[in-house]
């Protein structure tokens, strides 16, 4: 089992930047992607970013098109714990995010390739 645990979510005006961090603890050398999701109020929860996890994979990583160029994923495997550099924020960016694992191979896109899930951090642009 793995456990995930957010941070650093908070109240931002729009232009502004956050960072958030999820840390893993648990059997943390069975992932093989870490995932940022979110999920704004009365919508499904979409994906945000994805970075592999094994250390000789150089970290790929993957973003949707809505926050390309403004979002960066990145991870420390030293602290296992996994970034979401957040600039430019929009009120459109305004959602819960969610930490995910895969400890499987599959298109990381989708969250039911992910095997567990933080708590969720709320992440609030303002206008």
């Known amino acids: 089992q793995v456990q995930l645990v957010e941070s650093g979510g908070g109240l931002v005006q729009a232009g502004g930047s956050l960072r958030l961090s999820c840390t893993a603890s648990?059997?943390?050398?069975?992932?093989?992607?870490m995932g940022w999701f979110r999920q704004a109020p009365g919508e499904e929860r979409e994906f945000v970013a994805r970075?592999?996890?094994?250390?000789?994979?150089?970290?790929?990583?993957f973003y949707a098109d809505s926050v390309k160029g403004r979002f960066t994923v990145s991870r420390d495997n030293a602290k296992n714990t996994v970034y979401l550099q957040m600039i430019a924020l929009k009120p459109e960016d305004t959602a819960v995010y969610y930490c995910?694992?895969?400890?499987?191979?599959?298109?990381?896109?989708?969250?039911?390739?992910?095997?567990?899930w933080g708590q969720g951090t709320q992440v609030t642009v303002s206008s």
């Open positions: 970075i592999t996890w094994q250390a000789w994979t150089g970290g790929n990583t």
């Open positions: 995910a694992g895969a400890s499987r191979s599959g298109n990381y896109a989708f969250s039911e390739n992910y095997d567990y």
């Open positions: 648990g059997r943390t050398n069975s992932l093989w992607a």
